[in-house]
């Protein structure tokens, strides 16, 4: 700041007086844009306004009683005030400093969503405020998707350290079923018209685009032929099985059909019961659209009763009994957890467990049955009870 300002100040505080030269002091702060000085201005006006210390020497509380809720008031005020000068600029993250402290995440949303990075925006920072921090998760994933790809976009989602809300993960998986759907169709595409002379129709299609590009066309697929990364392709697919019923379902069904004409040496070993990689997630599939539901169960109780045949452990048994969940068949899902999951309580399941899948269908006798043959008394004698409690309401 201008030299001149310091003696300005010391003048405007002798000639006219404390609030004057605080008054002063905010307007000259504002003008050389310094918002974060103008924020402590503000709050120093404020202090002498309550006839305290000017310098700030402890925490607000302990300030005199009667001057707590005017204080507070005063860094609210003095918060928003610069936080939307620094939006007005378009300075999100410096903004969102102030507005994170108040608790007030609305305005930078806005900013966020009206927001159309150009060259040379630090886009990483947006992404950071939007989707890390949960601002506007949508539109971070939409630039971590446009900026950074689908390598980034799937890494993104899969982090375990963010937690957003269900709806706005499946906006997410949406998208990034969408965005490698659009690019395997468009690399199908352009493969054909380099072969044919032309663009095929079928790349236009309204619905089934990929499998309408690979009907019939073995040669996309020969010495070893692949047309996107294979890596994304099984990440993607298997993440989409998170989806509730929605069209993404069905692309992602077209993803498994590609992925089953690939070479051997692009499916990989996996463990039971997706051994078979896009064979055993189509089916997944196909149960959640309803349009193989009876097949797709019993394709992965298959699985279930080959893996238990040959001594393989309870992932199969868990795959199933959270498919039979999201059908809303729990009798089903505790059949099985009966059956291949007793002795897996304790373990960390993904899926429930026996005591509380019993508890769910409210059928206390197989839990009691179940903890007997584990030798657990306490779960024995619960089930007991639950069960004695269910007769007793009839």
Request: one cysteine or more; a negative charge; proline letters at 5%.
């Amino acid at each position: 700041m201008d030299p001149a300002v310091f003696d300005e100040l010391e003048h405007t505080l002798t000639a006219d007086g404390p609030e004057a030269a605080c008054r002063r002091l905010c307007d000259r702060l504002r003008e050389e844009k310094d918002y974060h000085a103008l924020f402590y201005a503000l709050l120093m006006q404020k202090r002498h306004e309550l006839g305290v210390s000017p310098v700030p020497t402890g925490p607000s509380k302990d300030l005199p009683e009667s001057a707590h809720a005017p204080y507070e008031d005063a860094i609210r005020h003095a918060g928003r005030l610069v936080g939307g000068l620094y939006l007005e600029e378009g300075r999100l993250p410096e903004a969102w400093w102030y507005f994170r402290m108040l608790g007030e995440p609305g305005p930078v949303k806005a900013a966020l969503e009206a927001r159309q990075p150009v060259e040379g925006d630090d886009v990483q920072s947006l992404v950071q405020i939007a989707f890390y921090e949960g601002v506007h998760p949508r539109k971070g994933f939409d630039w971590v998707l446009e900026r950074f790809g689908i390598c980034s976009a799937i890494t993104t989602l899969g982090g375990q350290e963010v937690r957003h809300a269900a709806e706005d993960r499946q906006y997410c998986l949406q998208r990034l079923v969408q965005a490698l759907y659009s690019e395997l169709r468009e690399r199908l595409a352009a493969e054909i018209e380099r072969r044919d002379g032309k663009r095929p129709p079928e790349a236009d299609a309204a619905e089934g685009a990929v499998l309408k590009l690979i009907e019939g066309r073995d040669w996309l697929f020969e010495d070893d032929g692949y047309h996107i990364d294979t890596s994304h392709l099984s990440s993607v697919v298997q993440m989409s099985v998170d989806l509730p019923p929605c069209k993404e379902l069905h692309l992602a069904r077209e993803l498994c059909a590609y992925g089953k004409r690939l070479s051997g040496r692009f499916r990989g070993r996996n463990e039971p019961p997706f051994e078979d990689l896009y064979e055993a997630y189509d089916k997944y599939l196909g149960v959640l659209t309803g349009e193989d539901v009876e097949g797709g169960v019993a394709y992965y109780r298959e699985q279930v009763e080959k893996n238990a045949a040959e001594g393989g452990g309870t992932f199969p048994a868990e795959v199933l009994v959270n498919l039979l969940l999201r059908l809303e068949r729990p009798k089903e899902a505790l059949a099985v957890a009966r059956k291949h999951l007793v002795n897996a309580d304790g373990q960390r399941l993904t899926c429930p467990g026996v005591a509380e899948l019993a508890q769910q269908v409210g059928d206390y006798r197989t839990l009691a049955e179940a903890a007997r043959e584990k030798g657990d008394a306490v779960h024995f004698l619960a089930g007991l009870l639950g069960a004695r409690g269910k007769q007793s309401e009839r």
